[in-house]
Nanobody, 125 residues
Framework: QVQLVESGGGLAQPGGSLRLSCVAS????????MTWARQAPGKGLEWVAG????????YYSDSVKGRFTISRDNVKNTLFLQMNSLKPEDTARYYC??????????????????WGRGAQVTVSS
């Protein structure tokens, strides 16, 4: 059974940093590309960042490029999102996602089989 558990969210000031983690279980994590997406209140899902199984970066959204860094630890089955220079518009619930297969996806949206429950990030002074 696939499980994805996010942590590390919270309240940050504008310009601050947070680091999200997503611990994965129930599947061979090292074989799958993984992704982060977010949803702000009243808005649709925004694809934030993706990473391939071999650590190559798949994509960053234009809104986070240069500020966020996606990474993974295939030994600890954990996906990370380092968020720097946070802005109020980064306020959202952040989800990690596992695709349905071991594909190499060039474009979003990815075919996501499982999402975690999410971690709330609030950026406010």
């Amino acid at each position: 059974q696939v499980q994805l558990v996010e942590s590390g969210g919270g309240l940050a000031q504008p310009g601050g940093s947070l680091r999200l983690s997503c611990v994965a279980s129930g599947f061979p994590f090292m074989d799958y590309a993984m992704t982060w997406a977010r949803q702000a209140p009243g808005k649709g899902l925004e694809w934030v960042a993706g990473i391939y199984s071999d650590d190559r970066i798949a994509y960053y959204s234009d809104s986070v490029k240069g500020r966020f860094t996606i990474s993974r630890d295939n030994v600890k089955n954990t996906l990370f999102l380092q968020m720097n220079s946070l802005k109020p518009e980064d306020t959202a619930r952040y989800y990690c996602g596992k695709p349905a297969d071991r594909g190499t996806y060039l474009y979003t949206p990815w075919p996501i089989e499982s999402w975690g429950r999410g971690a709330q990030v609030t950026v406010s002074s």
